[in-house]
């Protein structure tokens, strides 16, 4: 859970997995937000680890909802970021060994669709690798080498 109290919002985040398109346009449909603006963005947020939709202290509705997705790749977000967010993807430093973990959210809410880009600065084993995302990610990893 995050709490924001200049904002007055709370997140609730939910570990996800292995969505289907039913899925996603269902969360969507039931909290009254708009579907992704592409069909790409729609399967991209298929693979989502972790959802976390976003409430107002003064309000029921969910404000926003939040799709997040972990990637090796810096290219991989289906659409087209400004140059500094793609060249911050390649060359965002961290201080681990492996690939570079990256964090893309595509936030949808009723007044706009946004997206949000995240890496991992450090990766402490001990933590990490208990994480079911941990051994998703090696996989991710290898498929994408492998494109390579």
């Not at 937000?33 to 729609?42: A, C, Q, R």
């Not at 961290?94 to 991992?120: F, N, Q």
Request: glycine share 4%; aromatic share 14%.
């Amino acid at each position: 859970m995050g709490i924001d109290y200049t904002k007055k919002t709370v997140n609730i985040y939910f570990m996800a997995g292995g969505l289907t398109e039913e899925t996603v346009l269902s969360v969507l449909h039931d909290t009254d937000l708009p579907e992704p603006s592409t069909p790409e963005l729609l399967e991209f947020v298929q693979n989502s680890f972790s959802i976390y939709p976003t409430f107002r202290y003064d309000s029921p509705q969910i404000d926003r909802i939040c799709f997040s997705v972990v990637s090796p790749n810096p290219e991989s977000y289906p659409t087209t970021l400004f140059p500094e967010i793609s060249d911050f993807a390649k060359k965002a430093p961290y201080e681990y060994d492996g690939a570079r973990v990256l964090v893309y959210g595509e936030t949808i809410s009723r007044e706009e669709e946004y997206h949000k880009l995240a890496v991992y600065f450090r990766r402490p084993a001990s933590f990490w690798n208990n994480l079911p995302l941990a051994a998703t990610f090696e996989k991710l990893v290898a498929a994408w080498r492998a494109e390579q």
